[in-house]
């Protein structure tokens, strides 16, 4: 199976801060990697798929990129409505497997 | 609007049975590939299970396999998950989602807002 890793597992970020969280696979998953967004009480959002391609109607300060086993995502200017718990996914083969996330906290 | 509505959680004892389903509005159901992932009490997402539009083709998580069985009706836009001999670490939310297109190399576009199953006597 592909586990995922993700740094840092905890961020305190200010608004306005650009923040960058990584995930690293286990082995390549070519750019079949997803990023998602949860808040406490609420279901995932997906906000990246493709490693850097940014679903609809999410800001474009979202971002993302990488390939084979090393992916980023970047918000470049932290809102306050983005302080959340972020996870990577990859799609790459079966079992498809999240990282463990990534929680984005108010500094 | 496209969206999946879980139902079906609920307090189960360990080794029972429940069956979840999730329902599908807004999109044309038989087309896409859909996903159950569940999250436990403070800890992260857990991928459970998929399985193709025409259903012919499913897929389950190791700790999932053999209890856990994925199926759906594409007459009445309905995604299920039957589970067998529940555990306690079953006990989680559970989440349908819609794949992109297919669910591998694609994504999971759309969620539910869950359904929680607990397992204890």
């Known amino acids: 199976d592909i586990q995922l890793t993700q740094s840092p597992s905890f961020l305190s970020a200010s608004v306005g801060d650009r923040v960058t969280i990584t995930c690293r696979a286990s082995q390549g998953i070519s750019s079949y990697l997803a990023w998602y967004q949860q808040k406490p009480g609420k279901a995932p959002k997906l906000l990246i798929y493709a490693a850097s391609t940014l679903q609809s109607g999410v800001p474009s300060r979202f971002s993302g990129s990488g390939s084979g086993t090393e992916f980023t995502l970047t918000i470049s200017s932290l809102q306050p409505e983005d302080f959340a718990t972020y996870y990577c996914q990859q799609l790459n083969s079966y079992p498809f497997t999240f990282g463990p996330g990534t929680k984005v906290d108010i500094k | 609007e496209v969206q999946v509505l879980e139902s079906g959680g609920g307090l189960v004892q360990p080794g029972g049975s429940l069956r979840l389903s999730c329902a599908a509005s807004g999109f044309t159901f038989s087309s896409y590939a859909m996903s159950w992932v569940r999250q436990a009490p403070g800890k992260g997402l857990e991928w459970v299970s998929a399985?193709?539009?025409?259903?012919?083709?499913?897929h389950y998580a190791d700790s999932v396999k053999g209890r856990l069985t994925v199926s759906r009706d594409n007459s009445k836009n309905t995604l299920y998950l039957q589970m067998n001999s529940l555990r306690a670490e079953d006990t989680a939310v559970y989440y349908c989602a819609k794949c992109s297109s297919s669910c591998q190399t694609g994504s999971f576009d759309i969620w539910g807002q869950g359904t929680m199953v607990t397992v204890s006597s």
């Open positions: 399985i193709s539009g025409s259903g012919g083709t499913v």
